[in-house]
């Protein structure tokens, strides 16, 4: 069983000025291999924390995390991040930034070429491998981090807010990308994001977390990423169903975030 | 020659430039608003000209204008000005230049300076009032001294007579001179002088000394008159020394005077010597009368009307000096901007900005001398190349224990007084450098030694501060640990270091290089530590889930992404190795350009400072502009990512 388990996850912050935070309470959920998870919810709800701890970068306080039915304690190759933005690096070629991971292993240089190309190929960037990093608009220097992450070939894939900086148009063709190689692959991902209609349109399930303490508030699981393979975007945010969800989870978020700030004053 | 061209170069493409400008500006529509930085791109032209403008400004202040269309301008001026120094004496005793005649000023001082005395006697507490009485009588019989030497009735015959003569001779100096061919030089006299002249060389000129082959100073202007008007004055500056020297001599002592101030000074004499050793005061006052007598004595005090046909006659010499001085004048007053040449005594002079600011003609022509590589400074050339041995570099880089922890010992010398190689002999021979292969060509010189402090001192900071400036950004030991011994000695100037390090390692390369060597790694540690420390959290931790180790993420993330940082901190570092190094070689050393420019300033050579300040520009430019190449090339995503 591939499966990511988290068991009674808790994580809590010290602020510099001495305060706890409880950025997670108690987190319990299974995520079986090749579901595509979008996480959503107002800002300090804990979704980046959970990301992070699941990528390894931090160890939860108490709890544990599996995947594999191995603990998770440090970063490793078989859980691949995407970040907001880009976090490529600039002094390389798209070519060198995506058999990175390859690089760091010794790989034979050849057979990497190839990979590369392949992968380049799938998001959209063949030719471009001897461009510069820097000389890339934000899209592109998304796909390149997508083909990074992927031609490592990990069982799990964390996107944290892949496409929050990129343009209307360009963030329509990214989630169809996404969804491609989501099918392709069938690997397991979890999406963070901050826009509900990507989170639906995305996620098979969806996560609607609460701040204060960070908790899954509440759970959906979805048919429009399947339906999303199949149809035109578009076609599905006209869905009467969609409209209504999209809705629901809006006014969910709503109140969450006035309750925070009823809290505040 | 040169100059010429180029002040007429010059003159030309300033003209020209102006005009394109004005036609560029009436055709070109200006879209930019003020404000707009577009609005300062381009404009070439403008350069040209603001460069031509300084140099321009360079070639007058520099008296080089004038040196390029009138070469023996300086020479004549010398002669000129040998006269006015000559005549300079007699002028100052009329009001030609001064308020009032000397004799005038000169009564008037020494009656203040007695009525000075007189009160300091009156109120003094320590002088009994009999000798107040007594020395009240010596002023005031000092004081009737003047009249004896004013009044026109005493005045002798004898010394009218000589008055005549002066002035007669003045006179007759202002009619021959006047005349074409005044000095009225013979062949062979012709001859001897252009032979001089030949000798003496031309202004501004720089000979190499034939024994030592160093360069000499600057011949500043040519003594000897090479041109005939040129002669004119300088001879006539010989016969005002001989006429003046004779007014010096006279004296206008008549019989009344020469008494009355014999009998002052004997009175004084034996009162000073019958006073007690505790009326001191007494004395000096009676000292000081004496003083003022004798300078009354000495002084040329002639009544008033007495000298009148002489100050006639020295008028008319200068209006007739000053025609002769024709187009000179002009010459002087335009090309010679802010000073002209000088005489004192036998020697003439550049004073004002001809003097310190050297001429581009003589500055270049110099540099030239000095690049041969034969003269070069002080025995050393500028920049040239030697033929060194292999061996000798083997022998430098190879440690001497190589050959010392080999087993066996060294060969000793046998009862016959031979020594007999040995393995251990042989590999000594080697590590030291003592044997023969090809030789290969290393530049030296004071440019490449000043180069080589730099870039060593450069390199080491460099090898030590990047790895410690990254360790710093990435380790809590590492950073706590160095940065009190850094930020301890980083904040106190290179300089202060220099005399302390210079005493320590000694004045050669092993002290400079020590000396940038400090001040490049604490700017490399600084830079290489913002740089680690300035790297993205995303950066690493998406390097972290690709797989990299700890070494591989050091080595392809943080270094790279340092490189700016890095780079950008090597060019500061030049810039401050560079300037510490020609301070550093002005303090102490026997090679390098800030050492030139040193001993070029005890020996007031100006245009050898010239020389080194143009040098240590270049070259500061050079560095400067291959560090942005280098970052061009290296960093081209800076500010991009």
Known sequence: ????????????????????????????????????????????????????????????????????????????????????????????????????????????????????????????????????????????????????????DPDLILMDEPLGALDALTREKMQSLVLKIWKETGKTIILITHSVEEALLLGERLYVMAPRPGRIHKEYKLPFASMGLKEDLREIKKNKEFSEKREEILEMIWNMEEEIMGKDN | MLTQILTFLIFFAVVGCILYGRRLIRREKVDAVFGNPERALGGAHWVIVGSSFLLLIWLYYSWDIAKGFYPKSANELCQVAKVNDSLLGLKYQFPIEEREFKSTSQIKRENKNLKLIQSEIQNSEELKGEQKTILISYIRKTNQLIPLLTNEDLLENETKQKIDDITGKINLLTENFKKPDYPFETEQELNKRLKDVNEEGGWGITKVDAGSGSIKNTLEVPLVPATYRGLKFHSAAQELNLISDEFFKLRNHNPRFKSKIKELKDEIKSYRKDLNDNEEVAS???????????????????????????????????????????????????????????????????????????????????????????????????????????????????????????????????????????????????????????????PYGHIWDSFLRVFLGLVFGILIGVPLGLFMGLNRFAKGFFDPLIELYRPVPPLAWAPLIISVLGIDNTGKVFLLFMVSLSIMIISARAGASGTQLSKIHAAHSLGASKKQILRHVIFPNSLPEILTGIRVAVGMCWGTLVAAEFLAGTTGIGFVENVAKKYFQYEVIWITIFIMGLLGLLFDITLRKIIDKTIPWRGKG
């Open chain 1, 1 to 152: 069983m591939s499966d990511l388990v988290s068991e009674n996850l808790n994580m809590i912050f010290k602020t510099p000025k001495g305060e706890t935070v409880h950025a997670l309470k108690d987190l319990n959920f299974t995520l079986k291999k090749g579901e595509l998870l979008t996480v959503l919810g107002p800002s300090g709800c804990g979704k980046t924390t959970l990301l992070n701890i699941t990528a390894g970068f931090i160890r939860p306080t108490s709890g544990v995390i599996t995947l594999n039915n191995k603990e998770i304690n440090g970063p490793g190759v078989e859980r691949g991040m995407v970040f907001q933005q880009g976090a490529l690096f600039e002094w390389l070629t798209v070519a060198e930034n995506v058999n990175f991971g390859l690089r760091m292993k010794n790989e034979d240089p050849v057979k990497t070429q190839k990979k590369v190309d392949e992968w380049l190929e799938i998001v959209g960037l063949k030719g471009f491998g001897n461009t510069p990093t820097y000389q890339l608009s934000g899209g592109m220097q998304q796909r390149v981090a997508l083909a990074r992450c992927l031609i490592n």
């Open chain 2, 284 to 442: 000096t006052y009676a000292k000081n009368i004496v003083k003022i007598a004798r300078r009354i004595e000495f002084a040329s005090i002639y009544p008033p009307n007495a000298l009148d046909k002489m100050q006639e006659a020295i008028v008319k010499f200068e209006s007739a000096q000053k025609d002769v001085q024709g187009g000179l004048r002009l010459v002087d007053i335009f090309l010679f901007p802010a000073g002209t040449i000088v005489a004192s005594g036998p020697s003439c002079s550049e004073q004002g900005s001809g003097r310190w600011l050297p001429k581009p003609s003589d500055t270049f022509n110099k540099f030239i001398l000095m690049s041969k590589p034969s003269v070069g400074y002080k025995d050393i050339p500028l920049l040239w190349i030697q033929m060194v041995d292999v061996s000798k570099m083997i022998g430098f880089i190879l440690p001497d224990w190589i050959a010392d922890i080999l087993p066996g010992e060294y060969p000793v010398h046998t009862k016959d007084g031979v020594v007999k190689q040995n393995f251990k002999g042989g590999v000594l021979k080697i590590v030291t450098g003592d044997f023969n292969l090809f030789k290969v060509p290393v």
